[in-house]
């Protein structure tokens, strides 16, 4: 029989951590709920919108008719969350701001990945450019309109900080999505983000670096033993091997992917609390003050993934049959654009008001993005076949 004493041990609340009670609020003033927090109503708005839905049908690498096995935005998204959750409660923080935060982090992410983003963000520049951390603002305080009351989900202003500037403050020419709304609420953009939503940035980071492994292993753009080769997962496949001699080849891969995505966690858990420890924020407030990041990898374990993301990159993001997806998908984002710039008529009967009230072409443009930004791949593909007479 198994040892069932467990080594888990919650963190107490930090003196650090956003307190739902504390909330800033909502740019919209409304009673908030007898039986959720705040910042548990911000996660199930986001989960319910309809952009999150979207997600299922966006891609990271691959397009999404390519395969069921790939991640989806949708998925990456989930597993963000599953891996911020968890930093968060080791670290004492809120979960739920945590959870709100990585859950609508990709939201304003277009089709195809970052093959389309670079397509609508060249396609865009006459008109102010295209940011998917701008729009994933403009769709949680614009785009989605489903209540009565207002436009957007009405979020707390913590949570749509943390969507703004996870990554770090927003300095120089802010994109034009994020500045248009931050004129009416003001973010603080050039502060630091909470330690929540930091967490949710680096989760980000280890989601990613692990299921790209997976993902391009599942598409044979590289072997198991080049894999075995590179720094941190060496000494995965070592352990496994020592612990587990002869395993199934599955199982082994497995295995060792297992240890890698655990060595990511722990190594931002432990960095993240050394670093709270030196810097002692009494608050929230003094998080976002630090004038640094709180929640961040050891430089060693660093470097190493620098070498693991620039093997994914050639291997995996550079293939020669990614590369030449990404030119059919970058021309359905090219020829898709200005069709609906010179004939809006063919957008859909809700977006028909707004191109009504649109003065000049650089609104008109914006709606144009906005449309196609929150497509999914596989209705991208559709409308350009149907309007375009195109095949992939």
């Known amino acids: 029989m198994s040892d069932t004493s467990s080594r888990y041990h919650p963190a107490p609340r930090a003196i650090f951590a956003s307190d739902p009670q504390d909330t800033r609020g909502r740019l919209y003033a409304e009673e908030e709920s007898a039986f959720r927090s705040p910042f548990q109503r911000d996660r199930d708005r986001i989960i319910h919108a309809s952009a999150f839905r979207r997600l299922k049908h966006k891609t990271q690498v691959f397009i999404e008719h390519e395969g069921d096995y790939f991640r989806t935005r949708l998925t990456h998204s989930i597993e963000v969350a599953q891996v911020a959750r968890t ?66 989900l009405n979020l707390t202003w913590e949570t749509l900080e943390g969507i703004a500037k996870h990554n770090g403050p927003v300095t120089g020419d802010v994109p034009w999505a994020l500045a248009e709304y931050n004129a009416r609420h003001d973010l603080e953009l050039h502060t630091h983000a909470s330690a929540e939503a930091q967490v949710a940035a680096l ?15 599942r598409a044979e753009l590289f072997s198991t033993d080049e894999l075995a080769e590179l720094p941190v997962v ?43 420890a030196e810097t002692a924020p009494q608050s929230a407030a003094d998080v976002r003050h630090a004038g640094r990041m709180m929640v961040q990898f050891s430089p060693d374990l660093w470097a190493q993934l620098k070498v693991i993301r620039q093997f994914l990159f050639e291997r995996m993001y550079r293939a020669p049959d ?18 609906f710039l010179e004939e809006p008529e063919l957008l859909p009967k809700q977006w028909r008001k707004d191109v009504a009230e649109a003065q000049g072409e650089v609104a008109l443009a914006r709606i144009v993005s906005d449309y196609i930004a929150g497509m999914t791949d596989r209705f991208a593909i559709q409308e350009h076949e149907r309007l375009l007479g195109g095949v992939l």
Request: with cysteine.
């Open 87 to 152: 930093i968060s409660g080791a670290l004492g923080l809120n979960p739920e701001l945590t959870e709100a935060v990585a859950l609508a982090h990709d939201l304003g992410h277009t089709p195809f990945g970052h093959t389309g983003e670079d397509a609508l963000a060249a396609l865009m520049e006459p008109y102010g450019g295209f940011d998917h951390n701008a729009q994933a603002i403009r769709i949680v305080t614009s785009l989605e309109r489903h209540y009565a009351e207002w436009d957007g």
């Open 203 to 217: 989760a980000d980071d280890v989601a990613y670096n692990n299921h790209d492994l997976h993902d391009g292993l």
């Open 234 to 276: 060496n000494g995965c496949f070592a352990e496994v091997d020592r612990i587990y001699p002869g395993l199934n080849y599955y199982r082994r891969r497995h295995e060792a992917l297992r240890r890698f995505f655990g060595i990511l966690v722990e190594d931002v858990i432990d960095v993240s609390r050394a670093r709270l």
């Open 322 to 339: 990614v590369v030449v997806m990404r030119k059919k998908v970058t021309r359905v984002v090219n020829e898709l654009f200005p069709l």
